[in-house]
Structures are given as structure tokens and as C-alpha cells.
């Protein structure tokens, strides 16, 4: 559910310069705002934020909690998250204080472990505050998921911001609540993975879920509108991207609406994309960045990104955006079992090859640029050095090795070809991959959803065949090269056979 880095640098040097069709808004009917449903019952669990402007700029995160039986109350961020490393190092001044508001100590073992010891059945209440951040080098060391405070802009990701309460197991559903303090004042607009604005919430979550989400405000535009009669918003930092919050909304619904479509399912109530700048623009690179959260995702992108069409950068964004929306179902209401990483190849690899087949039947991919993207990702993949890597090393390296963390993306994106081109085969044209992910998402609305290599080998096994599951099974787990049938696009595109092999454009060639 975790997007990497999805390209940096070299991508950007094949520029096609071809004009994409750009879809306009995909909807007239707009909304002002969306909140969900207030809750009347008590909460289980409190986040309170205060922003303070004097004499510091800071914002202050109060959690509350009913203490454990044993009166040691352990509060915690997700080290490891996304790559982030050394989680909750931004926050200093932890307190802690009981239901009489006593003071009580906080043990601090690592930066995101945070032990409180207490009456038992006391509440508790720890607070930490997170002072201005310093500018980070974007992607490095997945430095945007941080944690984030500008004199402009606040940027959370609940996972590594938000602490859970070690006592309370994150799957269970639960009544959270959300409140700022504050914002207003500054002048501060926002919105969350829960609403269009930064009022009072009390939503019913998994403390798990909730935290899997997004908070951002500051010199934010807030576009509300409307998707297949669902709310769709968008929250972009104010002046730092050539494109207009508008246009940029309706590029995210466009999407959002082809997303939608693919997967028919339309269940979900509200969506938020939020998108900030990180780094710094580069003439000869783009680099851009996301993930996918809950009922929501978070895009980053280099400061003046705009919907430029002399260059590849508005399908770079499209890709990306594609990408993200598509973690609601890949990674999302399909989940991975841990290890996560050991199951990119499917939440990761097929949603990038959902994105390019989404952008390419809407047009916003034109052939050309198909086309390219398949055998750009040929190229990388028998380029990468990682190539023959079995999953184990994948799980083991995904963060700390480059070319294994770009493996997942290529091998599962090429596994996806193989699957739909035999379940193509197989079923004479009717069938292909989008059924079996249509099978998938359908299974998960029906009841929760985690799986595990073994479980998709299942599911390609009874759309494509034993024998092609086997062939998955020695790709995705042994790290078998993955080879495509020359016939994959026939007579379509032609088969170049070589190191890498690639696929030519057969429109306008003499039949051989
Ligand atoms: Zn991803």
C-alpha cells in the first residue's frame, strides 16, 4: 500500500513530445465540503492538535487514552514505515499526565516509543509537540513521509506522526476522534483522510486505519466535487505548482472516475488527495512520489510541476496519480499479508500495470507513450542487476537497496502481462487480468481481505492455468526471469527478440 519512489531521473529523458488529451473535469456537480455522520458515542480514543504560533511555531499532539490494566501505557509510532527511519525523532517535550491531570513520566526508550506508568485503569494523556521541521531532501532516505511544519504548511502521515496505544490491538474497530485547535486562528485551511476541512471529528475506525491517513493544512486550496455521486476532494499547497487547484482536481477526478470504473466499486464515500511540493524543480528530471492511505492518498511533487505537454511530465503526473488511486484496491481493500514487500510484485507491480492500461483505454496515454512505457519497463528490468533476486531478498533489501526496491515494480508489472495475455489465451478474448481483480475486489467487499503469494497463485491458477501459475510461482518466489510470449500483443505490436526484448509498433509495416 506503500508507493516507493515511483521514477526518478532517467524517465524523464525519453520526452515523446506528444500531446495527451487532457480530460477535463469528470464532473459538473460540485459540493462545498464533506464530514461524515457525527458520532454520539464517547470516544475510545483522542487526537487533539494545537498549532501555536508565539513565540514559536508549533504544533502540539495530545493523545488520550484509557491507561492499560497494568498501569504501563505504551504509545507508539510506526518505525520502519514507508523506509522512514527513526521515527518520531521531530517531536521533543513528551508529558504525560493522568485523569486528575497529575503529571506522570514518560519514558522515551526509542524516538517512537513512548512509556507512560500509571494508576491502573487511569486515563492517560500524552502529549508531544513538533517544532518547524527543517527543508528535506525529498526521497532521500524517504524523508517526505516525515512528519512536516513550514511557516505555511503542516504535512502529517498518521503512521509516523500519530501514536497508537501499544494495549489496544489496531484492528479492532473503534470510535476516534480528531480535533484541531488553533488553525483557524492562523488563518490555517485543511483537510484530512476524513473531511474537507479541519472541524471536529469523531469517525469509527481501526485505530490501524485511522492512523494510516493524511493531515494537511496551512496555505492549502481545498477542491470539493463529486465522482460518480461520491465526494472527491483535493488539497494542494497554495502557489508552489504551475498548474491551478482546479485543474489539477479535475485531473485527479478524471482519474479517480477511470479508477472507479475499472473496479466497479463506487463504495466509498469520500476521497482525498493531497499533494505538496517536495524538493526542488529540476530541468532535466522529475521526480515524484506518493501512498496510498486511507480513503485517501498523499502525492509529492517537485515544486512548479505543471500539465506540460511538450515534455513527459503531465503523463509522469497521471502515472503517478493512476498509480496511487489504484492502491485503494491493489494493496488496499486487497491486502498484502507481512511481509509486505515480499507481495509487491502483485501490489506494486500489477498497479502499475493497472495505471498504464486504465490511462491507455481513456486516451490519456496515447499509443506511442503505451508503448514506450512497455519496453521502458523491459529495459529497466533486464538492466537491473537484481533481475534473478528471490522474494526472501526483496523483504530483506526492498528499503536499503535500490535496485531490489525497483525490482517488485518491474518483474510484477511484466508477471501481470504474462498472467492477462494467458488468461486471454485461454478464455479466446472474453477474459483477462481486469476480471480476476474484479474477482478480488468483489471477494473483499464481500468480507476483509489479505493475501499472500499463495493465495494469488489460486486465483492464476483457476483463471490461467496451473501450468502459468506454476511459471508465476518460480518468477515471483525464485526469481525465474520473467519471459513474455512473442505473440503477447499480436498482430498488434511485433516482437523484437533480444537483451532487452522490445515490441514495435506493426500499424504501418508491410505484412511479412
Ligand atoms: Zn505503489
Request: charged share 20%; aromatic share 8%.
Amino acid at each position: 500500500m506503500r508507493a516507493r519512489i515511483p521514477w526518478v531521473g532517467a524517465r524523464f529523458a525519453r520526452s515523446l513530445g506528444v500531446a495527451i488529451a487532457l480530460g477535463l473535469s469528470a464532473c459538473s456537480a460540485t459540493t462545498d465540503r464533506y464530514a461524515p455522520e457525527p458520532l454520539r458515542d464517547a470516544p475510545d480514543l483522542t487526537y487533539a492538535l494545537t498549532l501555536e504560533t508565539s513565540p514559536k511555531r508549533l504544533v502540539r499532539i495530545e493523545v488520550g487514552v484509557a491507561g492499560a490494566n497494568d498501569g504501563i501505557t505504551e504509545f507508539a509510532l510506526d518505525e520502519g514505515f514507508g523506509g522512514v527511519t527513526n521515527a518520531g525523532s521531530e517531536f521533543v517535550q513528551p508529558e504525560a499526565s493522568d485523569d486528575r491531570g497529575s503529571p506522570l513520566q514518560v519514558e522515551r526508550p526509542a524516538p517512537h516509543r513512548f512509556i507512560v506508568r500509571h494508576a491502573p485503569g487511569s486515563h492517560v494523556t500524552l502529549r508531544y509537540t513538533l517544532p518547524e521541521t527543517a527543508p528535506k531532501t525529498p526521497f532521500v532516505e524517504s524523508g517526505h513521509y516525515r512528519p512536516f511544519l513550514t511557516a505555511s504548511l503542516l504535512h502529517l502521515i498518521g503512521d509516523v506522526a500519530l501514536v497508537a496505544p501499544r494495549h489496544l490491538d489496531s484492528g479492532t474497530s473503534r470510535v476516534i476522534e480528531l480535533t484541531f485547535s488553533g488553525f483557524s486562528n492562523a488563518g490555517w485551511q485543511g483537510a484530512t483522510s476524513f473531511r474537507t476541512d479541519l472541524e471536529p471529528t469523531r469517525v469509527r475506525e481501526s485505530i490501524g486505519a485511522f492512523r494510516h491517513s493524511v493531515i494537511v493544512a496551512g496555505d492549502v486550496d481545498v477542491d470539493v466535487g463529486t465522482v460518480r455521486g461520491r465526494a472527491v476532494a483535493v488539497a494542494m499547497q497554495r502557489g508552489v505548482f504551475g498548474f491551478a487547484s482546479d485543474e489539477f482536481a479535475g485531473r485527479v477526478r478524471r482519474i479517480v472516475e477511470l479508477q472507479r470504473a475499472y473496479f466497479e466499486d463506487d463504495d466509498a464515500p469520500y476521497f482525498l488527495v493531497s499533494a505538496i511540493a517536495v524538493g526542488a524543480a529540476s530541468e532535466n528530471s522529475f521526480s515524484a512520489g506518493g501512498t496510498g492511505l486511507t480513503q485517501s492518498f498523499a502525492a509529492f511533487l517537485p515544486p512548479g510541476a505543471a500539465f506540460r505537454v511538450d515534455t513527459d511530465e503531465a503523463k509522469l503526473i497521471d502515472v503517478l496519480l493512476a498509480h496511487e488511486m489504484a492502491h485503494h484496491w491493489i494493496g488496499g481493500r486487497v491486502a498484502v499479508k507481512a511481509p509486505e514487500a515480499e507481495h509487491f510484485w502483485f501490489s506494486e507491480g500489477f498497479t502499475d500495470f493497472v495505471a498504464r492500461r486504465v490511462l491507455a483505454d481513456a486516451g490519456l496515454l496515447t499509443r506511442a507513450q503505451s508503448i514506450d512505457e512497455l519496453n521502458a519497463t523491459l529495459v529497466e528490468y533486464h538492466a537491473n542487476p537484481e533481475k534473478n533476486a528471490p522474494a526472501s531478498r526483496i523483504a530483506d533489501a526492498f528499503w536499503s537497496d535500490p535496485n531490489i526496491g525497483d525490482l517488485p515494480y518491474q518483474r510484477g508489472n511484466l508477471v501481470a502481462i504474462v498472467v492477462d495475455h494467458a488468461i486471454r489465451t485461454r478464455t479466446a478474448g472474453k477474459n483477462s487480468l481486469d476480471d480476476l481483480l474484479r474477482e478480488l475486489v468483489r471477494d473483499a467487499k464481500a468480507r476483509p481481505l489479505v493475501v499472500d503469494t499463495d493465495d494469488l497463485l489460486l486465483r492464476i491458477s483457476a483463471w490461467a492455468g496451473a501450468d502459468v501459475a506454476q511459471r508465476v510461482r518460480a518468477m515471483v518466489v525464485g526469481g525465474a526471469t520473467v519471459e513474455l510470449d512473442p505473440a503477447t500483443y499480436a498482430p498488434t505490436l511485433r516482437y523484437v527478440a533480444g537483451d532487452p526484448p522490445q515490441f514495435v509498433d506493426a500499424a504501418g509495416e508491410p505484412s511479412p
